[in-house]
């Protein structure tokens, strides 16, 4: 279990999940819950809905975020269950209990967070000490001399050196290894490369990026990132996020690289960030979210490097957040335009960045010949396809006066070409959605639960018990002691676990509380479990014999393909249907 129970209850008690998101998303009363536009995805009718009473909960109908208050902070804060709980206590000015949180998993993150503090300050003692003329050589070379101490930069030298120092302190090999900082032979992991720590926004080392010193290193790999661990996931971290953060700028600059973003900081550009050996995330918009509603996205000059900008732009645009685009010259990276060209230049840039539709809309031209009548015919239809893809009308008009004066052409001819674009994209949107929840409903793609394709009938019936067991959590130990159901008639194994960890919570704590639970599942798995209750609370009939009827129907599925043959309707008539 998770916390006590006592402990969770006056939690949530003294932290109302009206008050908690209200912070986030101002909430609007509509009937018996509240609705708010989600703040975990961009959306301008409101689909978010919280639900008050004993049982305190959100849902959102756009994206299927759900849970308690905890399971909020977890989503809106991107972070983990522990340091959720830890928010809320502090808010709420309560003492979190030292034996709480299955023990095992919170000792393993503080240990990795120790060991990455001690790796960190061994670290940069190698590289200032001066032992290793190469790696200060280097460092110097790059122009990175300045940004030592301010960015923590360190060395790690070969021949096992960090792992003798780490077990000199009293670590574990084994726990070396799930900090990924050794491997299973005990060799350091970075030997003989740059080391850049990784700093969360609340100052813990939480893991390293280490940059070869080689031009083509040996094993092919010019950076190695630290895999998760308990205390680390690239996507949803950012390099300097730590000092960006304090920037006075009302935006972030968004990089591909760290050298990138220690020398836009060294150059007083304070506010950059980057993504750690990843193309940009929706986890890491999240993060920025949190600090900032405005992004300058400025990757590297050259194809590779523009070719990330449009999904990045879209990633931001869906998370509500404002995109600017820097295209640098000559194929330049961030690192090397300063050091080449000066902050003056930079600055210059940064005032000429252009917003992500006129980025499009200039890519599109850029691609044919104007003062050819064909091209400039397939440049305007182009251009009208993404204006068109714009939601909002009055930002349409806008862009289509623009780009009918810069291509000299009739704006009501161009005004009509959007529109007729913007309708078969709006057919295509919603062709495209109502495809998608059949093929929701149908288990494709569902990151969650993973069996529910190959077998969905069944996972109806286990959501539809697994619903009524959070509305009547009784009702779990009557059909357990009754042989009505157990947890051998599950078929997905994600469902199964669901059923196994309420079974045991009803036991040890005599109800059911997601809360109590939530240590054992991320933030999308507690979001699936409270959408299940949601659909739940839209029926008319939870009661025992609805629950029994859909156990019979599970014990007569076999955990074998070929179960999805039945239409979405058919399942739901099924499951839902009362007893004769």
């Known amino acids: 279990m998770a916390y006590p129970a006592e402990f969770l ?21 509509a009937g018996n819950l509240y609705k708010a536009c989600c703040p975990f995805h961009n959306e301008k009718t409101p689909s978010f809905c919280v639900y008050t009473g004993n049982d305190e909960h959100f849902y959102c109908y756009g994206c299927g975020a759900g849970g308690d208050v905890i399971t909020f902070i977890m989503k809106a804060e991107n972070t983990d269950y522990q340091s959720a709980v830890e928010l809320l206590a502090r808010r709420a000015n309560l003492t979190v209990p030292v034996d709480g949180y299955g023990k095992q998993n919170s000792d393993k993150r503080r240990r990795v967070l120790e060991a990455n503090k001690e790796a960190a300050r061994f670290f940069h003692t190698q590289l200032t000490s001066g032992k290793y003329p190469d790696a200060v050589q280097y460092v110097k070379g790059r122009k990175l001399d300045g940004a030592v101490n301010r960015f923590g930069l360190g060395y790690c030298p070969p ?17 070396l290894q799930e900090a990924f900082l050794c491997n299973r032979g005990n060799y350091d992991i970075f030997e003989n490369r740059i080391i850049f720590p990784v700093i969360d926004a609340s100052g813990n080392v939480v893991g390293f990026s280490a940059r070869s010193m080689e031009k083509k290193p040996a094993d092919g790999r010019k950076y ?5 661990t308990p205390a680390f996931n690239k996507r949803r971290n950012l390099f300097a996020l730590n000092l960006a953060k304090n920037s006075k700028a009302d935006y972030f600059i968004l990089c591909e690289g760290q050298t990138d973003v220690i020398a836009l900081h060294m150059a007083g550009f304070d506010s950059a960030v980057a993504s750690l050996g990843t193309s940009f995330t929706e986890e890491q ?18 194809a590779a490097g523009q070719s990330k900008t449009d999904p990045a732009i879209k990633i931001m645009s869906d998370a509500g957040i404002e995109t600017k685009v820097i295209t640098l010259p000559d194929g330049c990276d ?24 006129d980025y499009r809309c200039g890519k599109v031209i850029s691609g044919y010949d104007l003062t050819s009548a064909d091209q400039k015919v397939a440049a305007i239809e182009k251009l009208a396809e993404v204006i068109a893809s714009l939601h909002n009308q009055t930002e349409r008009d806008v862009y289509i006066s623009k780009y009918s004066t810069k291509l000299e052409i009739i704006p ?18 919603r062709n495209e959605y109502e495809r998608s929840l059949v093929r929701q409903s149908e288990g494709y793609g569902d990151r969650v639960n993973r069996d529910k394709l190959r077998m969905t009938k069944a996972a109806y019936a286990e959501e539809a018990i697994l619903g009524i067991a959070q509305i009547n959590p009784d009702f779990l130990g009557k059909a357990e002691s009754s042989g009505v159901l157990s947890s051998d008639d599950f078929k ?6 669901v059923y196994d960890a309420m079974v045991k919570c009803v ?27 949601v659909l739940r609370d839209e029926l008319s009939d939870n009661g025992y014999d609805v629950f029994c009827m859909n156990a019979a129907a599970l014990r007569g599925y076999s955990a074998s393909p070929g179960g999805s043959d039945a239409s979405f309707d058919d399942i739901m008539a099924m499951i839902n249907k009362k007893k004769s």
Do not use: W
């Open 507 to 533: 036991k040890e704590e005599g109800k059911f509380d997601v809360a109590l639970i939530a240590d054992n599942f991320n933030a999308d798995e507690t979001g699936r479990i409270i959408h299940m209750r």
């Open 285 to 302: 918009a999240s993060l920025i979210k949190r600090f900032r509603s405005k992004v300058i996205i400025c990757y590297d000059g050259d």
């Open 159 to 175: 021949g096992k050196k960090l792992f003798s120092y780490l077990t000199d302190l009293g670590y574990k090999p084994s726990e």
């Open 492 to 497: 997905t194994e994600f469902n199964r676990r």
């Open 412 to 429: 009501e001819s161009f005004r009509a070409l959007v529109a007729d674009k913007a309708r078969k994209l709006n057919t295509i949107r």
């Open 9 to 29: 209850d006056e939690l949530k008690k003294r932290n109302s999940i009206i008050d908690v998101i209200n912070t986030y998303a101002p909430l609007k009363r």
């Open 224 to 228: 190695i990132n630290t895999n998760d």
């Open 334 to 357: 961030p690192d090397e335009f300063i050091q080449k060209y000066g902050k003056q230049r930079f600055e210059n840039l940064i005032a000429a960045s252009i917003g992500q539709v």
